[in-house]
Every structure is written in C-alpha cells, then in structure tokens.
C-alpha cells in the first residue's frame, strides 16, 4: 500500500509539477508554428531568436510571396505565447 503523501511533500512537488506543464505547453506551440510554416515550405527558421517575431513579417514562401496574413497572426500569436 502506497503512503500518502503530507501537504508539505504535496507543496514541495508543485513547482515541478508545473515547470513540467509548461515546458509541455512550450514545446506544443513551438511544433504548431513549426508545422505552420513546413506547410508553407519554411523549414530553415530558428524560433529560439530573440527578433523571430519581427522577421516571420519578412518571410517569403518559394513562390516569393508574402506569406498569408493569418499565417502570420498565428504564428505569432503562438510565439507571444512562448516568451
């Protein structure tokens, strides 16, 4: 049988708990843009920069275009959500 753990090992276990939840939600929005922009054939863009949210305006696609506006907004969206 397993012991219960007191309020001080419960409370000593939750800053972990949700570095845990937040580096899993991290990583969830850093796949989703980068599935984003694979989908518009960008692969070569580094998120970890800290002006990424400035230059993902000045990304073109292969045909080169501008890519689409809401590409962009929730790319973007996604990365204030990360920093």
């Known amino acids: 049988m397993a012991a219960i753990p007191t309020l001080e090992e419960e409370d000593a276990r939750r800053p972990n708990r949700e570095?845990?939840?937040l580096v899993g939600e991290q990583?969830?929005?850093?796949n989703r843009i980068k599935a984003i922009?694979?989908?518009f054939g960008i692969r070569s863009f580094r998120l970890s920069l800290r002006n990424a949210a400035d230059r993902l305006m000045a990304i073109r696609v292969a045909e080169g275009t501008v890519l689409?506006?809401?590409c962009v907004q929730a790319s973007s969206s996604c990365m204030s959500s990360v920093r």
């Open 19 to 21: 570095r845990q939840t």
């Open 27 to 30: 990583t969830r929005l850093i």
């Open 37 to 39: 922009l694979a989908r």
């Open 68 to 70: 689409f506006l809401d």
